[in-house]
């Protein structure tokens, strides 16, 4: 067995393109992903119980299917129902509901370790429900789950891989591409989940140094 | 054209959905053998082997399953062995569980206090005994809530199996409605019986942990 790596660096434009699909699939996911989680898990722990139940609701079905159902079923099954996407903004979609999901669950475990009495001292000073959930409650319980947090953020990064299946033009695409051009499927891959490993260092590195910065303050 | 009534498609379904089933049995099992000879090399094998399987457990962690498996269906091909889906989805869920549990399990083992290590050590047992007497019996009961939740991930997993052809429930999903052109049904069915699967794992979980966490607190 001889290996040809060259073969598959030759088509380097190829990669570069996927690596930023998959970055910037990352970039949105991560940002609307996290407020959504926000939103649900502010909903699960204070909201009115319909919302409770709907937020919980949601939760559970993301969380027990496998993502690639969730995309397929965004891009294949929604246009039968009338709402046709396209391969990038079904993934964004599938992405986003995935990582609202599972952030949900990472936030609403900070929430509910915040002490009483900070929320008390908090009313106590006549601040607003609002300001006292995204000033007082918010920030310490993001700081508390970080970690699980860019644990997942970088699971997602990796699932999106699935999202060339629908023909989002992402990393995994790009070095299916090129194996279906040159015929080495094995290097092909080799490489691309070798960037992929980079990628999840890089970013966990970048999530670790952001969120004391932007999120929750030091 | 032939009509599909939701029964048709629901039992087809459902007939796939044992490969599931079976798939995922053949990763846990096969990862938690994998995982539990890996956990042992780690801790038994000195400052070498845990590096080695620390580095094992991160290329797992740190890459998508769906690479891990089209490296196993094109990388035992190089071995000039006929690969079949089951082959490679088989050794791909397996090593990717046993990656993840050996590091679950590491974890368990580690969150037993030094002192038992050391008391059994004082009193004269050998590794193996340690391990049986003492630390495995703390260990396994930390461990089963984390590693029954795990169990959701690998039955999700599975579903990756049908990008490389596995007929499982994902695969069939994808195949039927191509047939019926009604992928809303369909994939709806899916991800509704991929639910039913792992919803009750979940809960299981859930409650064991809080017995877990009980137990201890």
Same mark, same amino acid.
């Given at each position: 067995m001889e290996f040809d790596f060259g073969a598959v660096l030759v088509d380097w434009r190829l990669l570069a393109k996927g690596i930023a699909w998959t970055i910037g699939l990352t970039a949105i996911a991560t940002v609307i992903g996290l407020a959504l989680g926000v939103a649900c898990a502010w909903a699960r722990a204070h909201g009115p119980v319909w919302l409770r139940w709907i937020a919980g609701t949601y939760v559970e079905l993301i969380r027990n299917t496998p993502f690639i159902v969730q995309l397929f079923f965004i891009f294949f099954g929604l246009p039968a129902a009338g709402v046709k996407l396209s391969p990038e903004v079904a993934s964004i979609i599938a992405m986003v509901m995935n990582l609202g999901a599972y952030s949900t669950e990472i936030i609403r475990a900070g929430i509910e370790a915040t002490p009483k009495g900070q929320i008390e001292a908090a009313v106590s000073l006549a601040l607003s429900k609002a300001q006292v959930f995204l000033r007082v409650v918010l920030p310490p319980a993001l700081k508390k789950v970080w970690p699980a947090m860019v644990s997942q953020i970088v699971i997602v990064m990796l699932g999106s891989a699935v999202c060339g299946q629908i023909s989002t033009e992402e990393l995994s695409y790009a070095a299916n591409l090129i194996q279906s051009r040159n015929f080495r499927a094995f290097e092909s891959f080799i490489v691309a989940t070798l960037l992929y490993l980079a990628l999840a260092v890089a970013l966990r590195r970048l999530l670790n140094w952001a969120g004391p910065r932007f999120f929750f303050g030091r | 054209m032939v009509d599909f009534s939701l029964w048709d498609i629901l039992?087809?379904?459902?007939?796939?959905? $044992?490969?599931?089933?079976?798939?995922?049995? *053949?990763?846990?099992?096969?990862?938690?053998?994998?995982?539990?000879?890996?956990?042992?090399?780690?801790?038994?094998?000195?400052?070498?082997?845990?590096?080695?399987?620390?580095?094992?457990?991160?290329?797992?962690?740190?890459?998508?399953?769906?690479?891990?498996?089209?490296?196993?269906?094109?990388?035992?091909?190089?071995?000039?062995?006929?690969?079949?889906?089951?082959?490679?989805?088989?050794?791909?869920?397996t090593l990717y569980t046993s990656a993840f549990l050996t590091e679950?399990?590491?974890?368990?083992?580690?969150?037993?206090?030094?002192?038992?290590?050391?008391?059994?050590?004082?009193?004269?047992?050998?590794?193996?005994?340690?391990?049986?007497?003492?630390?495995?019996?703390?260990?396994?009961? *930390?461990? *089963?809530?984390?590693?029954?939740?795990?169990?959701?991930?690998?039955?999700?997993?599975?579903?990756?199996?049908?990008? *490389?052809?596995?007929?499982?429930?994902?695969?069939?999903?994808?195949?039927?409605?191509?047939?019926?052109?009604?992928?809303?049904?369909?994939?709806?069915?899916?991800?509704?019986?991929?639910?039913?699967?792992?919803?009750?794992?979940?809960?299981?979980?859930?409650?064991?942990?809080?017995?877990?966490?009980? $137990? $201890?607190?």
């Open positions: - | 039992r087809n379904l459902l007939m796939a959905l $044992r490969w599931t089933v079976v798939l995922s049995l *053949i990763a846990f099992v096969g990862g938690g053998l994998v995982g539990g000879l890996l956990l042992f090399a780690r801790l038994r094998g000195g400052k070498a082997a845990a590096r080695a399987v620390g580095l094992y457990v991160q290329l797992f962690q740190g890459t998508p399953l769906l690479m891990q498996l089209f490296l196993a269906y094109f990388g035992i091909a190089l071995f000039g062995i006929d690969v079949s889906a089951w082959t490679a989805a088989s050794v791909a869920l679950i399990w590491r974890g368990c083992v580690a969150s037993i206090p030094k002192g038992q290590w050391e008391a059994s050590g004082s009193l004269a047992l050998s590794f193996a005994e340690q391990m049986r007497h003492v630390i495995l019996p703390q260990a396994v009961k *930390i461990a *089963i809530a984390p590693t029954v939740g795990f169990l959701v991930q690998v039955i999700k997993g599975t579903a990756l199996a049908s990008v *490389i052809g596995f007929v499982e429930l994902t695969k069939a999903g994808s195949m039927i409605s191509n047939a019926t052109f009604q992928p809303f049904v369909v994939f709806s069915c899916v991800a509704l019986l991929y639910f039913v699967l792992c919803f009750p794992v979940s809960l299981y979980a859930k409650t064991l942990e809080r017995k877990t966490h009980g $137990r $201890r607190a």
